[in-house]
C-alpha cells in the first residue's frame, strides 16, 4: 500500500487545530498512548456530529479482537446517516491483532463514502508477535495507505510535549503546577501515570508543587535514605547526620545508608560527564527519578570532583565490608568530607 499521500499529525497539532473544511475519510489513530487515543477519537465523533442525541444513531464500533470478518466494514460505512451529515464507524484493539488479522483489516479497507468516516483505533503496546518477522508487516499508516482523504495521528510525546500536556490536563482539572513539578511528572512516559499522579495530588491542593511531585513518585523504599541522600547533596551536615542517627542504632545497620550515598555518588558522576536522567535510566534499567533528584547536585560538580567522590564512597564501603574500619563511622567520616567539599 502506498502511504507517501497520507497526511500525518501528532496528537498535540490535531486537538489544536480547528475543524478541517474537507474532513478526512479514514482517520488511522497510531503510537503509544491509547488514553490520548480516546481524546482523539471523542474529538473526531464530536466534530462529524455536533448534535450529541444523534450520535448513539450514527456511530457503530467494532472491536477488532471480536470481530470474525472485516467484510461488514463495507456494509457499516455504506448505511446511510440518520438525520445527520456523518456516519462514524470505529474499529477499536487494532493493536492487539496478529498480523495475519492486520493484513486481513487492511484490505478490507475500501474507499468509505463520502457520507462516512472509517476510524482504525491502532494505538497501544504492539502485541509481540513470535516466529520471523513477516513479510508483509501491517504497520499503522498501512490502514490509511493508498487511500484518499486519510489521515494518521500519533499519539505519542516527547518529553517537552508531556510538560506542555500536564499543563493542558491541570488547567481542565483546576489546578496549577510548578516548573519543577512540571519536570518530575514530564519524566513518566505514561499519559496514564501522568494522568492519576495530577489527579491524585489534586486532591490534597490546588497547585501542584515540586516537592509534592517529588513525594508522589519516589519509588518505594526506606524514605530517610531519600531524604538522607537529599541532605548530603545540598551540604546539610547537620540534617544528614541526624538522620544518619535515625536510621543507624547499631554499627551494622550503616552497610545500607553507605551503599545508598556510594550509589548517589556514582549516578552523580555519570551525570557529570554528561548523561542526563532518561539516557542514565534507559543505560542501567533503572527509574529516572533517582538520577533526577541529583541532576541539580551533578551539575555543580566537574567531573573530577564527581569521580573523587565515587573513589571515597566505594573505598569507606569496601573498608566497613571487608572489617578494615566500623561501618558507622566509616559512614559518618563520608557524609562529613562531602558536606564540606567545595563544588
Given at each position: 500500500?502506498?502511504?507517501?499521500?497520507?497526511?500525518?499529525?501528532?496528537?498535540?497539532?490535531?486537538?489544536?487545530?480547528?475543524?478541517?473544511?474537507?474532513?478526512?475519510?479514514?482517520?488511522?489513530?497510531?503510537?503509544?498512548?491509547?488514553?490520548?487515543a480516546?481524546?482523539?477519537?471523542?474529538?473526531?465523533?464530536?466534530?462529524?456530529?455536533?448534535?450529541?442525541?444523534?450520535?448513539?444513531?450514527n456511530?457503530?464500533?467494532?472491536?477488532?479482537?471480536?470481530?470474525?470478518?472485516?467484510?461488514?466494514?463495507?456494509?457499516?460505512?455504506?448505511?446511510?446517516?440518520?438525520?445527520?451529515?456523518?456516519?462514524?464507524?470505529?474499529?477499536?484493539?487494532?493493536?492487539?491483532?496478529?498480523?495475519?488479522?492486520?493484513?486481513?483489516?487492511?484490505?478490507?479497507?475500501?474507499?468509505?463514502?463520502?457520507?462516512?468516516l472509517?476510524?482504525?483505533?491502532?494505538?497501544?503496546?504492539?502485541?509481540?508477535?513470535?516466529?520471523?518477522?513477516?513479510?508483509?508487516?501491517v504497520?499503522?499508516?498501512?490502514?490509511?495507505?493508498?487511500?484518499?482523504?486519510?489521515?494518521?495521528?500519533?499519539?505519542?510525546?516527547?518529553?517537552?510535549?508531556?510538560?506542555?500536556?500536564?499543563?493542558?490536563?491541570?488547567?481542565?482539572?483546576?489546578?496549577?503546577?510548578?516548573?519543577?513539578a512540571?519536570?518530575?511528572?514530564?519524566?513518566?512516559?505514561s499519559?496514564?501515570?501522568?494522568?492519576n499522579?495530577?489527579?491524585?495530588?489534586?486532591?490534597?491542593?490546588?497547585?501542584?508543587?515540586?516537592?509534592?511531585?517529588?513525594?508522589?513518585?519516589?519509588?518505594?523504599?526506606?524514605?530517610?535514605?531519600?531524604?538522607?541522600?537529599?541532605?548530603?547533596?545540598?551540604?546539610?551536615?547537620?540534617?544528614?547526620?541526624?538522620?544518619?542517627?535515625?536510621l543507624?542504632?547499631?554499627?551494622?545497620?550503616?552497610?545500607?545508608?553507605?551503599?545508598?550515598?556510594?550509589?548517589?555518588?556514582?549516578?552523580?558522576?555519570?551525570?557529570?560527564?554528561?548523561?542526563?536522567p532518561?539516557s542514565?535510566a534507559?543505560?542501567?534499567?533503572?527509574?529516572?527519578?533517582?538520577?533526577?533528584?541529583?541532576?541539580?547536585?551533578?551539575?555543580?560538580?566537574?567531573?573530577?570532583?564527581?569521580?573523587?567522590?565515587?573513589?571515597?564512597?566505594?573505598?569507606?564501603?569496601?573498608?566497613s565490608?571487608?572489617?578494615?574500619?566500623?561501618?558507622?563511622?566509616?559512614?559518618?567520616?563520608?557524609?562529613i568530607?562531602?558536606?564540606?567539599?567545595?563544588?
Amino acid at each position: 500500500m502506498n502511504s507517501s499521500a497520507v497526511t500525518r499529525a501528532g496528537y498535540r497539532s490535531f486537538m489544536a487545530a480547528p475543524a478541517p473544511s474537507a474532513p478526512p475519510r479514514i482517520v488511522v489513530v497510531t503510537g503509544r498512548e491509547h488514553v490520548l487515543a480516546d481524546d482523539v477519537v471523542r474529538r473526531l465523533v464530536e466534530s462529524a456530529l455536533p448534535d450529541q442525541s444523534l450520535r448513539p444513531l450514527n456511530v457503530d464500533t467494532l472491536d477488532a479482537l471480536e470481530t470474525d470478518d472485516f467484510t461488514v466494514l463495507g456494509e457499516k460505512l455504506g448505511a446511510l446517516p440518520f438525520l445527520a451529515q456523518k456516519r462514524v464507524v470505529t474499529v477499536r484493539n487494532c493493536i492487539e491483532l496478529r498480523n495475519d488479522d492486520r493484513i486481513e483489516l487492511r484490505d478490507a479497507i475500501g474507499e468509505p463514502p463520502e457520507h462516512a468516516l472509517l476510524i482504525v483505533d491502532d494505538a497501544g503496546e504492539p502485541r509481540p508477535q513470535r516466529g520471523r518477522a513477516p513479510k508483509d508487516k501491517v504497520e499503522s499508516a498501512d490502514f490509511a495507505g493508498g487511500h484518499a482523504h486519510a489521515l494518521v495521528v500519533d499519539c505519542t510525546l516527547d518529553e517537552h510535549e508531556r510538560e506542555e500536556y500536564i499543563d493542558d490536563y491541570a488547567a481542565r482539572i483546576g489546578v496549577t503546577v510548578d516548573k519543577g513539578a512540571r519536570s518530575y511528572l514530564g519524566a513518566f512516559e505514561s499519559v496514564y501515570e501522568i494522568r492519576n499522579a495530577l489527579d491524585r495530588l489534586a486532591l490534597v491542593g490546588k497547585k501542584i508543587t515540586r516537592s509534592g511531585a517529588e513525594e508522589y513518585v519516589k519509588p518505594p523504599g526506606d524514605p530517610k535514605l531519600w531524604d538522607l541522600g537529599n541532605a548530603v547533596g545540598r551540604g546539610d551536615l547537620q540534617g544528614a547526620l541526624r538522620l544518619v542517627r535515625e536510621l543507624v542504632t547499631r554499627p551494622e545497620e550503616a552497610a545500607g545508608p553507605l551503599i545508598w550515598i556510594a550509589g548517589d555518588a556514582q549516578i552523580a558522576w555519570e551525570l557529570a560527564q554528561g548523561a542526563d536522567p532518561r539516557s542514565w535510566a534507559a543505560a542501567t534499567g533503572q527509574s529516572p527519578f533517582r538520577a533526577m533528584k541529583l541532576w541539580d547536585v551533578a551539575r555543580k560538580r566537574s567531573p573530577k570532583l564527581a569521580r573523587d567522590n565515587v573513589r571515597l564512597t566505594m573505598k569507606a564501603l569496601e573498608d566497613s565490608i571487608t572489617g578494615k574500619r566500623q561501618a558507622d563511622q566509616a559512614l559518618e567520616e563520608v557524609i562529613i568530607r562531602l558536606c564540606t567539599q567545595r563544588a
